[in-house]
């Protein structure tokens, strides 16, 4: 197996399942444990994951130098990278930054690491500080335009490379990982979700008593409710929120899914109210949490209601790994945001939470849902926020503002739908963005606001590119927007890689 040294980075999660697809069972363990689990488990290689911190910052995680004596190939990626630089010997300042893609030229193919690896190819990058001066005995296998030392190793199999490799948007990212693997001496074993056991882990997690389950008609919590519908059947009782903040027609396809096993959502109506208590609030994360409080509060009374006459033990959600990871599941993270489904629930909730794909990545979730039988045009439907709309008009949400969202999403929508386009993209809205520009309408000149498109592709959420949509398309979206939704002076593309910009606006 191999050992992933946790630093914090908001991809440390994605080394360990790019080893798992690649059939590698892998453990990742927090920086201070390191030579303790070096001895427990004697990994056969071990990969230092990348971190928000600075190696030169007091306090920065760090390692023992006794982990580069271990003789087994080590790989250090980004911050694990400029901490091998710094311990034996190198220098690491603060130096050129890089966000987003970068073209690498491999100028020295020596490493069996370089294995069928093109001379040159697209990395992304997501670094403030630089190493500037490798330890003794390192060699250069690749440079960017920015930084020298982009790919390096030594003669003992030590491996540091400044980009992401595992990050789906580097191109021959798995083929490095891969190429340590076999560096390390493993055979991987092909990796396969088992429904059976995810069924029977709810069954008896369950026992005979009741799960509620928050439904957002989203392919996360659709996938778990799903699983715990064929585990528990109409002991499982779904709740979906009615709020006005998510996607019309979103409580129709709740209650389709779930009629198969006989089971009749609960919806609970509530649009009016949460306007109410959003009424002049514009930070983001007050917005997440004024969203996610009301969640708490109505799942509050609906279980203290059902509960009279129904012993529930569980809540169920549809986490998944990525929402864990942003919402700063583990000990170095830096916190981007709180999802609200991560944080809060069971406190108040007295209840236990069950979430069965919170090991899982989206395209994870995808192939399940796929596996259980959930229509096709469900699994491909675009992720949604559960702050909804909330986190995609800046500034106050007010009725006015909410309905101009809703119009200019349709009709994204309906031109992505039209073109063919729409199943190619992993999310596609518009911002309100709260600024003003100067339109000319008829004879008259007025101030209206900008509305933002952000159309991006996607496979496992931590990266995504803009999508490169045809003009002829753009111009039919921006020419609909302007025209058929008040008070919109503008519409502009945003063409802004994650990292370093989040999907969402907020
Ligand atoms: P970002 O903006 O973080 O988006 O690049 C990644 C994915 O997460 C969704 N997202 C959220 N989902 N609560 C959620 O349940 C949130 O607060 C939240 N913020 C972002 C986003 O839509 C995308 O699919």
């Known amino acids: 197996m191999i050992l992933i040294v946790d630093f914090g980075s908001q991809t440390a999660h994605l080394i360990k399942r790019r080893l798992r697809d690649l059939g590698t069972e892998s453990e990742l363990i927090h920086p201070e444990d390191a030579l303790l689990k070096i001895n427990e488990l004697k990994p056969a290689g071990i990969i230092l994951s990348g971190g928000p911190a600075s190696v030169y910052e007091k306090g920065a995680p760090t390692l023992s130098k006794k982990v580069f004596t271990n003789k087994v190939p080590i790989l250090g990626?980004?911050?694990?990278?400029?901490?091998?630089?710094?311990?034996?010997?190198?220098?690491?300042?603060?130096?050129?930054?890089?966000?987003?893609?970068?073209?690498?030229?491999?100028?020295?193919?020596?490493?069996?690491i370089i294995n069928k690896i093109p001379k040159e190819f697209t990395v992304w990058q997501s670094h403030g500080d630089e190493v500037v001066k490798l330890p003794p005995g390192f060699k250069v296998l690749g440079a960017t335009k920015i930084v020298p030392f982009a790919f390096v190793h030594n003669s003992k199999n030590i491996f540091g490379v400044q980009f992401h490799p595992e990050v789906e948007h580097t191109e021959n990212g798995t083929k490095i990982l891969e190429?340590?693997?076999?560096?390390?001496?493993?055979?991987?074993?092909?990796?396969?979700?088992?429904?059976?056991?995810?069924?029977?882990?709810?069954?008896?997690?369950?026992?005979?008593?009741?799960?509620?389950?928050?439904?957002?008609g989203g392919v996360d919590s659709t996938v778990a409710g799903t699983l715990a519908a064929h585990a528990i059947g109409k002991r499982f009782i779904p709740i979906y929120v009615e709020n006005g903040l998510m996607r019309e027609g979103t409580a129709d396809h709740?209650?389709?899914?779930?009629?198969?096993?006989?089971?009749?959502?609960?919806?609970?109506?509530?649009?009016?109210?949460?306007?109410?208590?959003?009424?002049?609030?514009?930070?983001?994360?007050?917005?997440?949490?004024?969203?996610?409080?009301?969640?708490?509060?109505?799942?509050?009374?609906?279980?203290?209601?059902?509960?009279?006459?129904?012993?529930?033990?569980?809540?169920?959600?549809?986490?998944i790994y990525s929402d864990v990871i942003e919402s700063q599941g583990t000990r170095h993270a830096a916190k981007i945001k709180s999802h609200h489904n991560v944080g809060g629930l069971p406190a108040t909730m007295k209840l236990k939470l069950l979430e069965p794909v919170r090991n899982l990545y989206k395209d994870e979730v995808r192939a399940l849902g796929k596996k259980l039988g959930l229509p096709d045009d469900f699994i491909w439907k675009q992720p949604f926020p559960g702050p909804g709309y909330a986190i995609r008009i800046r500034g106050g949400v007010t009725a006015e503002r909410l309905i101009k969202q809703k119009m200019a999403d349709k009709i994204i929508l309906e031109e992505l739908?039209?073109?063919?386009?729409?199943?190619?993209?992993?999310?596609?809205?518009?911002?309100?963005?709260?600024?003003?520009?100067?339109?000319?309408?008829?004879?008259?000149?007025?101030?209206?606001e900008?509305?933002?498109v952000r159309i991006v592709e996607s496979r496992d959420v931590m990266t995504s590119t803009w999508s490169r949509i045809p003009y002829g398309i753009l111009q039919k979206i921006s020419s609909r927007i302007v025209n058929e939704v008040p008070n919109v002076s503008r519409v502009v593309y945003d063409i802004t890689t994650k990292p370093p910009a989040t999907m969402e606006w907020e």
């Open 77 to 112: 990626i980004c911050y694990g990278f400029q901490l091998t630089a710094k311990l034996l010997g190198g220098k690491v300042i603060a130096g050129r930054k890089e966000y987003g893609p970068a073209r690498i030229s491999i100028i020295n193919s020596k490493s069996s």
């Open 450 to 452: 900008v509305i933002a």
């Open 179 to 216: 190429n340590f693997i076999e560096l390390c001496g493993i055979k991987g074993l092909t990796r396969t979700i088992n429904i059976r056991d995810l069924i029977e882990d709810i069954k008896k997690t369950v026992g005979g008593s009741y799960v509620i389950g928050a439904i957002s």
């Open 417 to 448: 739908e039209h073109s063919n386009i729409l199943k190619n993209v992993f999310l596609s809205f518009p911002v309100l963005t709260g600024a003003e520009s100067t339109a000319v309408k008829g004879d008259g000149r007025f101030f209206g």
């Open 254 to 319: 709740v209650r389709i899914i779930f009629k198969q096993f006989g089971i009749v959502p609960k919806v609970i109506k509530c649009e009016r109210e949460m306007l109410r208590r959003l009424k002049g609030i514009t930070d983001p994360e007050k917005k997440r949490t004024i969203i996610g409080n009301f969640y708490i509060e109505l799942f509050e009374k609906e279980f203290e209601k059902l509960k009279k006459t129904k012993p529930i033990s569980h809540l169920l959600q549809g986490t």
